[in-house]
Nanobody
């Protein structure tokens, strides 16, 4: 079983920034595509950003140009730098390997207007 520990969330004003971290266990982190998702109250969970083992990235249109996903394979950690935050970014943020079916506890991001 993969351990997923998301951190870095908090309360920030609109226009501010946060950096989320996701520490994982497992020897295959380095070859795994990693995903960041978010779930806002009353909404379905949505895919926000993806990074492949080779460092290629992809983003949801709603965050393109504002969020940056990165990874440190030596630390088995994936990051999500979030800039120019908007109230509609408020959600619980989760990460996981693309092939994994379970979820960690997530980290709450709240953006005030």
């Amino acid at each position: 079983q993969v351990q997923l520990v998301e951190s870095g969330g908090g309360l920030v004003q609109a226009g501010g920034s946060l950096r989320l971290s996701c520490a994982t266990s497992g020897s295959i982190f380095g070859i795994s595509t990693m995903d960041w998702y978010r779930q806002a109250p009353g909404k379905q969970r949505e895919l926000v950003a993806v990074i492949t083992s080779g460092g290629s990235t992809n983003y949801a249109d709603s965050v393109k140009g504002r969020f940056t996903i990165s990874r440190d394979n030596a630390k088995n950690t994936v990051y999500l730098q979030m800039n120019s935050l908007k109230p509609e970014d408020t959600a619980v943020y989760y990460c996981r390997p693309s092939w994994y079916t379970l979820w960690g506890q997530g980290t709450q991001v709240t953006v005030s207007s």
